[in-house]
């Protein structure tokens, strides 16, 4: 297991990760730093303690509004992918009515060149 230094509102911490994850342990820290300094610029030093917690919270607001957009969005891949497959199905159909149409006058072509070549259907007709 890794051990990681960050330094979060001026305190050093040593902390725990998984192998490979320091660099991301860093930057979580980071950006908590960064929020209490925000909150700091906006509140004045209220303490350290009251700083960290309205730092959490702030960041778990953040996280849910992120999770709220993220299943609207979800919500409308999934309306997007049954419009489409909705629309890929009218085309199907749409495809298969003009593949019979072909097949009808294809049909009526031969019938046709066959009696134009026929010499008895042609005596026949005239």
Do not use: W
């Amino acid at each position: 297991m890794a051990q990681v230094n960050v330094t979060i509102s001026g305190k050093l911490y040593r902390m725990a990760c998984d192998d490979g994850q320091e660099e991301h342990l860093e930057h979580l820290a980071a950006r908590l730093d960064q929020t209490i300094d925000q909150l700091r610029g906006t509140f004045g030093e209220i303490g350290d303690q009251r700083l960290t917690v309205m730092a959490a919270i702030t960041m778990a607001d953040r996280n849910l509004e992120t999770e709220k957009r993220l299943e609207e969005l979800e919500s409308r891949i999934a309306a997007l992918d049954a419009a489409r497959a909705e629309a890929m199905e009218r085309q199907r159909q749409g495809d298969a009515v003009a593949a019979r149409a072909i097949d009808a006058v294809a049909e009526r072509i031969e019938r046709i060149a066959t009696r134009l070549s026929d010499p008895r259907a042609a005596g026949e007709a005239g």
